[in-house]
């Protein structure tokens, strides 16, 4: 094992030991008892995940048991920890809004099987519900980014954000589009929606997704009418097309492994422009539940953007549609008819499975999965082992027990993805116990800037230019990337501009707010890390790197790296000052760098 | 290409690699050259005189062009108004101008100033084609015809990168990047001659230069506690950075990420005091996105000099064109937006005394349907774009009207969607041409140009002499 990425048990038992100042709003889950050693992850992707019938206990690296209380269980072998340490941190980088020491010891506690299952059972809460609550309004987006943070920073259900996250990536709505800029209750109510279609079927989010009058609006299905040749008018096709070309199929026929077919050394088209004509006259007759105005404006009283979308049967076009597949869906049918034959047709089609799923997979686990990987999640996707079709749960499950995941760091040379600004900043909040300052109750009083964060982060919950989302998940820039045949989305927000404000406000996060015992800066204006435990911790250097590499690169850090900050640390003074200092010197350097920068 | 001429590129590329490499050691002395962005080296273009700037404003969504710029003879307005339907400007709304064969869109009153100035141009029915095709070839020859056609992403990337011919994975470069490939050397320093004022874009990558995206607003700004030239910083957290900085990773994306970290901080470093020093250039409404993003393009012109900077190419974004539905107020606020945006740009590039010397066009991922589709119109192909400035000889139309019928020569099929009759390359290459591109590295920078006629060698007069 590499000495420079080992975890001394030492420093891990510290931190658990730790207790919180009197002014911190949370509960330190405390977990050491439970704290689990049973197999190398690296021999069996998915072992760990079975806690030992009796709780084991750590171990200094030279053999001593740890002096700290609450120890009195028998030894196990410090290199079992670190590579369980290891795997959980992983784990969380890929499953929630960044990785907290007190996750890695639920990890370790439940393991990793056992940490995915209980994850499906955390409710969470509603974003539209928050909003209503909490002064939001239909043009007042403060209440629903407020919950958006509370949620990623502090909420249980971690899974779920993550993937309502990612999938609001893929069937993207954004207030950019100005009549959803003043339908702010609808897209709470909508992140709703992704959230609890996050575990459920693919089917029902396809049709969720369709219905809603958010993308209704965005996407102008909503009052979409059938053609009428008095005015020289015919259906809409934006959603017809963007349903197939970024919901669904893609643009190009798909091998379940996620590579395109070929015919003649060409791609496929999934559909033509007559395909989405066609379409596009399924999706006729909807608008606004709740009122009989076809032609409800957005902005009036009848637009109702908390409800689907309900057939209006004199604007639906009930011709005969000639679908993909062969589906053909006959004259005289409803617009609920057409409608369910045509979103069958797409739900059935084989290359949804390796469409989404590699999306997904981008999302959150590695920019570059191999075939290999997405045939195997694919596979789920299509049959989950009991006969059913996109079961999502089942997806995601997949997704983060595939060997690729827990092992890519290991056995894959371009393994990881780039870390999305908004999930740097969560993870600093998560990993150093965010807290509010004074009388505050929500994130965005505490750091107005987060109101407008997409100015410097180049993305926002629900705030994408287009529905091509904040990045293109085949961007690959010019260069090394490009040059090997590998893409990286999220670089294509890595801008030298979006670089240098994300940069400052994350450092400016780190070094301005922070509370380190008697040494404290701003907290009584806005949010702050709590650092107080890391900066005792700092009293000796190597404990806190390795603390750090820890919970911010999951043990990653590599050698040189490490010696370059332990050389600043060991320059800066021992005493309260400085040992806050290289707390926040260690943060900031660190989450400038490029091995953490790409999340392994 | 001549041989001398590849072999001078190679050569060049060579150095290219061996300044990538060698750049880490130079950030721990603390003087960084941004990663792979531009190195000057001696040939052909070294030796441009004056200075020259061509901003491209990409209009994201698919621009309704039909309806910024009508034809104004009698039929020709009368076979529009038919084909629009609902869609159709009243002739009596439109603006007039001193051509009389153009009518202008109602809010673009400062463009028609300085069209009638002779300072703006219009391009008609300008679009992505791999050669000239007719509706037959269209139906009957699918491989002569873009792939992905109608497709925003796949459009913008293969207008902006214009090698159609290619599919769209396959090529790497923008056209306005490899133009800057070649044009750098006449600039001196490690800057590129690239400058982005939206972020990423297709357009400016080159091969050799790589753009700096830069905030429209503010400009590039010193990071907080990361630079040791703020007051925030510190220089012993400034030298381990360096240090760290000089690490070089293996992973392909780990490479980019650091490279992208100094290339922003060097940026910040090069061009903020070149942006505080940049003259008042009067009141600019920040609401609108065209004029912010344009009046930091001025605010950089303005410190060429001091940047050694002969040829510069600008990129600027203006989206929310894809109007599918409630589409006249929608363009109403868009051909405002772009109305106020150009004409203010073009007032400052007067008050700089550089109005001869920058060239302003558009662009878009294609235009759209003639038909309408209840209250907005669909993806279409063709579409008529602007060029502007004092170098222009403008006043005047370029290209031809296509013919406006549904289901007629220049219709796809039977919704309206346009075939070009000039191709983004013809554009591309006369714009290329006035920055002072030879002919044979035209066709380098545009592949598929030579499937079509040769008028952009002498810029199809769209230059003043």
Redesign the interface.
């Known amino acids: 094992m590499n000495k420079d990425i080992q975890i001394t048990v030492t420093s891990i038992y510290d931190f658990l030991a730790r207790s919180r100042p009197a002014q911190t709003r949370k509960t330190l889950f405390v977990v050491i008892a439970l704290i689990t050693g049973c197999s190398d992850s690296s021999s069996n992707p998915i072992a760990g995940t079975n806690p030992p019938e009796t709780p084991e206990v750590i171990s200094t690296p030279d053999g001593n048991s740890p002096t700290a209380e609450n120890n009195s269980n028998p030894a196990i072998s410090p290199a079992t920890i670190e590579a369980e340490d290891i795997a959980a941190a992983r784990l969380l980088t890929q499953a929630t809004f960044g990785t907290t020491i007190e996750d890695i010891n639920r990890v370790k506690a439940l393991g990793i099987e056992q940490w995915i299952d209980d994850q499906f059972t955390q409710p969470g809460s509603s974003h539209l519900a928050y909003a209503l609550n909490n002064g939001g309004s239909s043009s007042n987006a403060e209440a629903r980014v407020n919950k958006w943070w509370l949620d990623a920073i502090d909420s249980e259900d971690q899974l779920r954000g993550r993937v309502a996250f990612a999938l609001s990536q893929i069937f993207v709505v954004s207030d950019v589009q100005q009549t959803l800029g003043n339908a702010q209750l609808g897209l709470a109510d909508y992140y709703d929606m992704l959230r609890d279609n996050a575990f459920g079927n693919y089917r029902d989010l396809l049709e969720d997704v369709t219905l809603s009058p958010v993308m209704g609006v965005y996407l102008s299905m909503l009052q979409n009418a059938r053609a009428n040749p008095a005015s020289n008018t015919r259906a809409d096709e934006n959603f017809a097309r963007e349903v197939m070309q970024l919901f669904s199929i893609g643009l190009h026929e798909l091998n379940l492994d996620g590579t395109p077919k070929l015919a003649n050394g060409r791609q496929i088209a999934t559909y033509t422009q007559d395909d989405i004509a066609e379409y596009a006259r399924v999706y006729t007759g909807w608008a606004y539940a709740n009122t009989d105005r076809w032609d409800a404006q957005p902005l009036s009283q009848y637009a109702d953007f908390l409800n689907p979308m309900v057939p209006y049967p004199q604007y639906h076009d009930t011709g005969e549609k000639r679908l993909l597949g062969g589906v053909v869906s006959p004259a005289g049918l409803t617009a609920e008819e057409d409608l369910r034959i045509a979103l069958d047709s797409l739900f059935n089609h084989p290359s949804v499975g390796p469409f989404f799923v590699k999306q997904l997979i981008q999302r959150l686990v590695t920019s570059n999965p191999t075939a290999g990987y997405v045939e195997r999640v694919a596979r789920i996707f299509n049959n989950n082992g009991e006969g059913v079709r996109g079961d999502l749960q089942a997806v995601v499950r997949a997704i983060l027990l595939d060997d690729e995941a827990r092992n890519g760091h290991s056995t894959n040379a371009n393994f990881g993805k780039l870390r999305e600004p908004l999930l740097r900043m969560t993870h600093l909040w998560r990993a150093f116990d965010a807290q509010f300052a004074d009388g505050r109750n929500n994130y965005t009083s505490n750091a107005p800037q987060l109101k407008n964060i997409a100015s410097s982060f180049g993305q926002s919950a629900l705030n994408a230019a287009s529905v091509f989302n904040f990045f293109h998940p085949d961007y690959a820039p010019l260069g090394a990337i490009r040059d090997a045949g590998l893409v990286a989305p999220e670089s294509e927000i890595y801008s030298e501009n979006y670089v240098l404000s994300t940069n400052t406000f994350i450092s400016t996060y780190i070094h301005k707010f922070y509370y380190a015992g008697t040494e404290a800066g701003g907290v009584q204006f806005l949010t702050y890390i709590n650092i107080e435990p890391q900066t005792r911790t700092a009293a000796n250097p190597e404990d806190l790197l390795d603390e750090l590499n820890l919970v911010l690169m999951s043990g990653q850090m590599p050698d040189d790296m490490r010696n370059i900050l332990m050389q600043h640390l060991d320059a800066l003074p021992n005493d309260i000052r400085g040992r806050a200092q290289r707390v926040k010197d260690s943060i900031s350097l660190i989450m400038t760098q490029p091995a953490y920068l790409v999340q392994k | 290409m001549t041989k001398s001429y590849q072999s001078r590129r190679q050569f060049i590329k060579a150095g290219a690699y061996s300044a990538l490499f060698g750049s880490g050691a130079a950030a721990v002395n603390g003087k960084m050259s941004l990663i ?1 962005s531009a190195l000057a080296a001696q040939g052909d273009y070294a030796s441009l005189p004056g200075y020259k700037a061509l901003v491209c404003v990409f209009l ?2 698919g621009s309704d062009s039909f309806n910024l710029f009508v034809p104004s003879e009698q039929g020709r307005y009368q076979q529009y108004n038919q084909a629009r ?2 869609l159709a400007l009243a002739q009596n709304s439109l603006l007039s101008s001193t051509s009389l064969s153009v009518l202008f869109n109602p809010n673009l009153a400062g463009l028609r100033d300085i069209y009638d100035a002779g300072d703006l141009a219009i391009v008609r029915n300008v679009g992505n084609l791999i050669q000239p095709v007719t509706r037959n070839e269209y139906q009957n020859h699918p491989e002569r015809i873009p792939t ?1 056609l ?5 459009q913008q990337e293969q207008v902006q990168k214009s090698w159609s011919s290619r ?1 769209t ?1 396959l090529v ?2 923008g056209w306005g990047g490899r133009m800057a490939d070649l044009l750098m050397e006449a600039n001196s320093g490690s800057l590129p001659p690239s400058y ?1 004022m939206n ?2 874009n297709f357009f400016q ?3 050799r230069s ?1 753009p ?4 429209p607003l503010s400009g ?7 630079d040791n030239n703020t007051n ?1 910083s510190s220089d ?2 400034d030298a ?2 360096m ?2 900085l000089a ?1 070089q ?13 100094i ?3 060097d ?2 470093r090069a061009l903020s005091s070149v942006i505080e020093a940049s003259p008042d250039l009067g009141p600019l409404n920040t609401n609108n996105r065209l004029a912010t993003q344009l009046r930091m393009v001025a605010r950089m012109i303005s410190g060429r000099e001091q940047l050694n900077m002969r040829r510069q190419i600008f990129f600027v974004g203006l ?1 929310g064109w ?1 109007t ?3 589409q006249t107020p ?1 363009l109403n606020a868009l051909s405002t937006e772009l109305n106020e945006g150009l004409a203010d740009f073009n007032r400052a590039l007067v008050e700089l005394g550089v109005q001869n010397q920058v060239t302003t066009f558009t662009t878009s991922d294609f235009g759209r349907s003639l ?4 209250d ?1 119109s ?2 279409g192909w063709g579409g008529h774009y602007l060029v502007m400035g004092g170098a222009v000889n403008g006043g005047s139309l370029y290209g031809s009207w296509p013919e406006y019928a549904v289901g007629g020569s220049d219709d796809v ?1 039977d ?1 309206g969607r346009i075939i070009p009759s000039l191709s983004l390359n013809q554009y591309g290459a006369a714009l290329g041409s006035w920055m002072g591109l030879s002919n044979s590295d035209l066709l380098d920078v545009f592949p598929d140009l030579r499937n079509f006629d040769s008028g952009w060698q002498t810029q199809y007069g769209l230059f003043n002499a």
């Open positions: 792979g994201y969504g339907g609902q992905e109608f497709a925003h992403n796949h599919p994975g790497g470069a982005s972020n990423s990558p080159g091969n790589r700096i995206a830069i905030n590039p700004r010193l990071m907080d506690y990361l925030t012993q957290r381990t950075l240090q760290l690490l990773p293996q992973n392909p994306i780990e490479q980019f990420a650091r490279a992208s970290f290339n922003a901080r940026s910040a989206g894809d599918h539905d409630n929608r038909t309408i589709n209840g907005g669909d993806h099929g919704k």
